[in-house]
């Protein structure tokens, strides 16, 4: 019975990180630009010595040598990436507020240093310089972009130019990635590329800079509750295979030991 019980304990575990992604992305639901994480399964086939032997060796007797070919598959937990589809833009009408339409991030500074993020709810800092929400520079093309003060009016245009007052002061750093499977989340809605992996940063084609507009989440929220449901209906029923293992193990134990007392 070993065998049932790692295979339900293996499914209940791969739900369960299931879940944990669910419960993020509707906690997420409305974080700005925030990109869903998701999970994917597939099944892993255990062979059995006699799917080796295929010759029915009808010579040496009128009956197959070995029984059929048995396949079981085991499904287990095979992929975790995040799913980086164009939520949809929403106007606030803030001329600090800029979206991406497209494939590209904005690059950001921190303590930690530069990473990319979609997050486009900026602010401007007591000196003038524009940040993100947690105080992170936005980088331009010439370093981080400060607005002079009393300027009274900021603009920027698709391509990323930022106006004060008419004059240009900066342009947003724009950056994109050639394969967005090798780009990791690292908290606070910021990106980096893994650096493990072979993936490289590319200029952006076909993005553009909406001002005045956020990025919403692309988190639907029917969807998720839906895959809740399944994860949660397939968690208990990995635990029941568990306690019916548990409880045949128990009966066969005590049924051996009854006989041999």
């Known amino acids: 019975m070993r065998d049932s019980m790692m295979n339900a304990m293996f499914g209940a575990m791969s739900n ?3 879940m944990n992604q669910i419960a993020n992305n509707l906690a997420n639901v409305n974080t700005t630009a925030y990109k869903r994480d998701k999970v994917a399964f597939h099944d892993t086939f255990l062979r059995f010595a006699h799917d080796y032997m295929v010759d029915a060796r009808p010579s040496l007797r009128d009956k197959d040598m070995w029984p059929k070919a048995d396949l079981m598959a085991k499904p287990r937990l095979s992929d975790q990436k995040t799913d980086f589809s164009q939520g949809s833009l929403q106007m606030t009408g803030n001329p600090l507020d800029l979206a991406l339409s497209g494939d590209g991030f904005f690059r950001v500074r921190t303590p930690d240093g530069d ?3 979609r997050n486009g709810s900026f602010r401007l800092s007591s000196e003038g310089t ?7 520079e936005v980088l331009g093309n010439g370093g981080p972009i400060t607005i002079p003060a009393g300027t009274a009016a900021v603009t920027v245009d698709s391509a990323g130019q930022i106006r004060a007052d008419n004059q240009v002061v900066g342009e947003l ?3 994109a990635v050639d394969d ?8 606070n809605n910021l ?4 650096p493990k992996g072979t993936a490289a940063e590319i200029p952006p084609e076909d993005l553009t800079v909406e001002q005045g507009f956020l990025e919403k989440p692309n988190v639907e ?6 895959d809740m449901i399944e994860t949660q209906r397939a968690h208990q029923m990995y635990t029941k295979m568990m306690q019916g293992t548990g409880e045949i193990d128990e009966k066969l134990i005590n049924t051996v030991g009854r ?3």
């Open 173 to 175: 750093e724009l950056v």
């Open 221 to 226: 929220v029917v969807t998720e509750m839906v």
């Open 130 to 136: 524009l940040v993100t929400e947690q105080g992170f």
């Open 191 to 194: 990106f980096q590329l893994d």
């Open 16 to 18: 369960e990180i299931r």
């Open 115 to 117: 990473y990319m993020t």
């Open 180 to 187: 967005l499977r090798q780009l990791q989340k690292i908290g």
């Open 259 to 261: 006989a041999n007392s």
